[in-house]
Structures are given as C-alpha cells and as structure tokens.
C-alpha cells in the first residue's frame, strides 16, 4: 500500500522539470558520467539537403547548407524530389564509426530528422523517409546503431522536434513560404514527433543522447508531449533545447566556446570544421587540424565536451578535408589523450601561452607559443615533484622557482607543434595566481542597490553589477590606482540566455581619453580576447546599447607575464 501510494506520488510529481526523470535508472552523475570523461564526439549532419549540397535552381543559396530549403524557399513538392536522388551507396556505417574511434571520439550523434523533416530511419508515421522515398532503401540509424554496438561506440541522435518544413504544422524560422505547410502544430507533434521519437527511442537499442534543436513555438504543454517518451531510454542524456522551460541535461553552445566555461553546468560546444553542418559542394573554409585540437584543448580546459560536426555526401561519404583533419585529430590525441579524457577544469584563470587540464594533483600544461627563452613561466606557487613532456615521459624536466612562479627548463623546440603537454606533479591544491583585476571595488556610470561594481570583479558567478533599472547603456571600470601591463580580458553576461548587450566596446584610458582596444555586438555567455600588451591603470567595458539595464556577471583583466 506505502508502495502504491508512492508510486501515484511519483507519477503525480514526474510533470516537473526537477522531477521529469526520476524514474531514471541511475542518478544524474551516474548517468553522466561516460559523457564527462568522454570529452569529445562527433556531430554528423546528414540528409538528403546533400543533394542540392547548397545550390537550387543554378544559383548559390547562402547560409548553413541543412538550411537550404528555408533559405531558397523551396516549395515542398520541389525539395521532396531530392529524396528521389538520394542514393548514398557508398555509404559504410562501420567505416564512420573506426574514422571517430580512430580520431579519439567517444560518441556519435547523428540527424535523425533535420528541420526539413526528411527521416534518416524507416518511419510509420511518414513516407518522407529514407527507406520508403529514396531507391537506397535502407535504413542509415539502423546501420550505425549496428556499427556503433560492434565497436562499443556510444550513438546519440539528433531529432528537430520543432522545426518541420515538410509536416503540415511544423514550425517555420522566419515564417512559413508554402501553402502546403499550413496546419496545426499540435496536431504535427501529436502525428509526426511524438511517434518518429517513440520510433527512434525504441527500435535501435540503446540511446545515449538525444539531441533536440531550435524549441520553435514549443510550449510547456507541447515539450510534455515528449518527455514521457525519455523513460523509453532510462538513461538518456538530452541537451537543453527541448523548450517548454525544460532545461535537461547539457548547455548548448553553437559555433563557440564560452571563454569561462558553464560554472555548475555539464556543457558542450558543437562546432563546424569548415562553415556548415550539411554538406556544401563548394565550401572550403576549412579550420586546420591545429585549430580543432586547441579547440578541444581549450573546451576541456574549461570543463565542457566538443562535438565535431561532419557533413557526408549524397554518396554517403564523408568529406576528404573532414577525414584528414579528423586523422590529423587522432594523432594528437593518440599520443595526448591522457591529459583530455577524464580531466577536469584549469585551475588557472588564464595562462598567456596556452592551456591547462587537471587530474587531481597532476596537472597538464598543453603549450601552445612554445618559449624562445627555454623557460615556461606559469603562475603556480606549488612545489613540483616531477616535470615531463607527456610524448617524452623518461626525460624529466627540471624546474625552479621565481618571485613566486613556477619556471619549467623546456627545450629548444616544442615536441608537438599543435600543442606539446607538459606534465607537472604538484604538491597539494593548486594555488594559481589569481586574475589581477580579481576583487577590485571598480566603478560604473550606475548601479542598482545590491549590484555594486564590485559585483562585477569579485569571481562569484552568481552576483553581477547592474546599472539602474532606467539605463540602456553605461560602463564598468577596473581601476587599478598604478600603471598596471594588461594582455586579455574576459567579460561574461549571463546565461546562454542572456543576451542584452548588443554593442560594446572594451577600452583603456590614455590621459584624458578613452581608446578602443575590441569591440563588439554580443556577449551573452562571455567573450574572452587577447590582444598586444596595454599599459593603463583604467581598463573599462563601455556598452553603448542594450535591449534593457545592462549587467555584467564577471569581468576579469589578464596580466602580462
Ligand atoms: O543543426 C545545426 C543547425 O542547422 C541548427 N543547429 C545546428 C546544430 C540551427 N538551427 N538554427 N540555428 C542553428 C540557428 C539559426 C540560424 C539562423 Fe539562419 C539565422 C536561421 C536564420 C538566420 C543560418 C543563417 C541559417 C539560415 C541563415
């Protein structure tokens, strides 16, 4: 009877965010776990928008390329005829999963259904699906769910849950353009999304991520709609675009890496190798292999994951550019990816040559501007027991101490050029030099009671400084009262959520004026800069407009040195 009677509480209590999953099999850290130490994955953007692969009608549609259907204003009848091309034969499920595993990836997450609500998997709830409207027949989900089991590689799934340009009631971005998607989004979720997740959820074995994306027009009520569907998954992890209010488990970035981190949040930052998700035929931007290894260098040094996206061809390929970065990736990671998987935060507010993750009292210097001088200068005050290059374990290094610095004999030339791992034992917790700006009173144009400017610089990510309630504009100074030599800054506004200034510049005071040393029109989760080294004792953020009282969480000032 006690029993019964708790059940009918818990299901009575499941409607609540807090609450949504505790029918879960393990515990939130239990069941984030695998995805804390994975560290990184691959994103992999798939879809029958391969086939105009960014171009529609002769002409070049500008723009992510999985969007090209919303940019082109394709009428549904035209894009659905893609579906009759797609024919991905070259298409090896296996090949994908080895290409990550080799590239030192610990999960897969792939488009189930992107916002054109073409299904990559055999659906009953519609035809526009890979097995039924393409000559390929197969099913792409049910062939790397396989692969992904045969290798013990974890597979998430993307679902566009909002978003729907081929379902009559989907949502739209920026509006409807075809009569023929008119119709009721309830009626689109209750027909299409609920039973292509439930499809999704229970046909392919285990789950471990689900992916939403863009909450268009999602209500509380709308997102409930989904939710009970998890409990097909009992330890799914889902990312924080459900909507409805419903926040899961993962913060999202998209396209950048929040200079600060999510303090008490897990996170991940999703980002492209060239300038798309879905393949584009002629988009060449490719970051180089250099660039997406200090990328997850700098994520784990921040405490988050990096999801690597890779666009395949309507052959089913994955690009040659995608395969040689990706090799390039695993190379680092073969000989480094002690000091990435597993590993938590930086002690270190900033480190002006590169990065730092820890295991405990071990600590990895990841050297990116390798010294000219033969001595690694970094602002650690711990004695050190052991000094290595993670790639050259039996030759110690030696080090020394100056004004309170730790210095580190590092040879001539880097072992690494993408990032060369310094290895350090030290004795006791870290105790890191403190950002310079770190508990300044400062000052501002304004403050509403209890937002003092000091707010801004005291470290603590749940107090900010805030002009008074009438300001759309103002500015917050570090005043140092001396000449003080500054080369970086950070500036965090809040949540991924808050956006409210949209232009600002950074500047320091030159006698009488104030110069610019960046500007910009967005800060949200934080920007992080370095630039040429500033003598100034005044450095200040100057926001000229914002959408209502400007705020600003943390703003810290980086030295020189
Ligand atoms: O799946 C990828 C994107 O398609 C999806 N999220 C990642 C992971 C995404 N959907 N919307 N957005 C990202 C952001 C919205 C971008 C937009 Fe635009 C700006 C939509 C319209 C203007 C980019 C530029 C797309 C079309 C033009």
Redesign the pocket.
């Known amino acids: 009877m006690k029993k019964t009677l708790l059940l009918i509480f818990g299901i009575l209590l499941l409607g609540s965010s807090q609450l949504a999953f505790s029918q879960q099999a393990l515990s939130d850290s239990a069941r984030m776990a695998w995805w804390k130490e994975a560290r990184f994955g691959l ?1 992999i ?1 798939w879809g029958i928008y391969s086939v105009p692969a960014g171009t529609y009608n002769d002409q070049k549609v ?3 390329g ?2 090209i259907m ?2 082109g204003k394709i009428p549904m009848v035209e894009y659905q005829k893609y579906a009759a091309q797609f024919n991905p034969v070259k298409y090896n499920a296996e090949e994908w999963v080895k290409m990550a595993k080799d590239a030192g990836m610990k999960y897969i997450v792939i ?1 189930s259904k ?2 054109d609500g073409f299904a990559m998997f055999k659906s009953d709830a519609s035809n526009f699906n890979i097995v039924d409207a393409t000559p390929f027949k197969r099913d792409a989900i049910k062939e790397l769910a396989a692969a992904c089991k045969k290798y013990n590689m974890k597979l998430g799934l ?1 679902y566009s849950q909002a ?1 729907d340009w081929n379902h009559p009631g989907g949502a739209a ?2 509006g409807q353009w075809d009569p023929l998607q008119k119709g009721n989004m309830d009626d689109y979720l209750d027909k299409i999304a609920v039973p292509q997740i439930k499809e999704i959820l229970t046909k392919y074995g285990t789950i471990s991520v689900l992916w939403f ?2 909450p268009t027009d999602m209500t509380k009520e709308r997102a409930e709609k989904i939710l009970p569907l998890l409990k097909l998954q009992p330890n799914i992890i889902i990312n924080n675009r459900l909507g409805g209010g419903y926040s899961g488990d993962l913060e999202t970035p ?1 396209q950048f890496i929040p200079p600060t981190g999510i303090p008490g949040k897990n996170w991940e930052s ?1 980002m492209t190798m060239n300038d798309t ?2 393949f584009k035929s002629y988009d060449n931007n490719w970051k180089s292999a250099s660039t997406l290894v200090r990328n997850l260098i700098d994520i784990a040094s921040k405490g988050g994951n990096y999801l690597l ?1 890779v666009g395949p061809t309507s052959e089913g390929l994955i690009p040659d550019s995608s395969v040689v970065r990706l090799k390039g990736i695993g190379k680092w990671l073969h000989a480094n990816g002690e000091a990435i998987y597993g590993s938590s935060p930086s002690p270190f507010p900033f480190l002006k040559w590169g990065r730092c993750t820890r295991k405990g009292q071990t600590l990895y210097l990841h050297v990116f501007d390798w010294p000219t001088n033969g001595k690694l200068e970094v602002p650690l005050e711990n004695a050190v027991t052991k000094a290595y290059m993670l790639e050259n374990p039996k030759q110690l290094l030696k080090t020394s101490s100056e004004n309170g610095h730790l210095i580190i004999n590092v040879p001539a030339k880097a072992s690494n050029e993408i990032a060369t791992v310094i290895v350090i034992q030290i004795k006791g917790e870290p105790k890191v030099e403190p950002a310079i700006s770190k508990g300044l009173k400062g000052d501002a144009s304004s403050f509403a009671p209890g937002f003092e400017s000091e707010k801004a610089f005291d470290g603590i990510p749940t107090t900010r400084w805030k002009a008074v309630e009438t300001e759309k504009s103002g500015w917050l100074v570090a005043d140092f009262g001396k000449s003080v030599k500054i080369c970086a800054a950070s500036i965090v506004e809040g949540g991924s959520t808050e956006k409210n200034i949209t232009k600002f510049q950074f500047e320091y005071k030159d006698g009488n004026d104030w110069k610019v040393i960046f500007a910009g029109k967005s800060i949200g989760l934080g920007v992080m800069k370095t630039f040429p080294t500033i003598e100034a004792s005044q450095f200040r953020i100057n926001i000229l407009e914002a959408k209502a009282t400007p705020f600003i969480t943390d703003m810290q000032l980086y030295q020189d040195r």
């Open positions: 994103f953007h500008a723009g992510i999985e969007w919303n940019k488009t992107h916002h993307y978003q971005n920026g994306d863009t998209e999703c998700w879905g996206n």
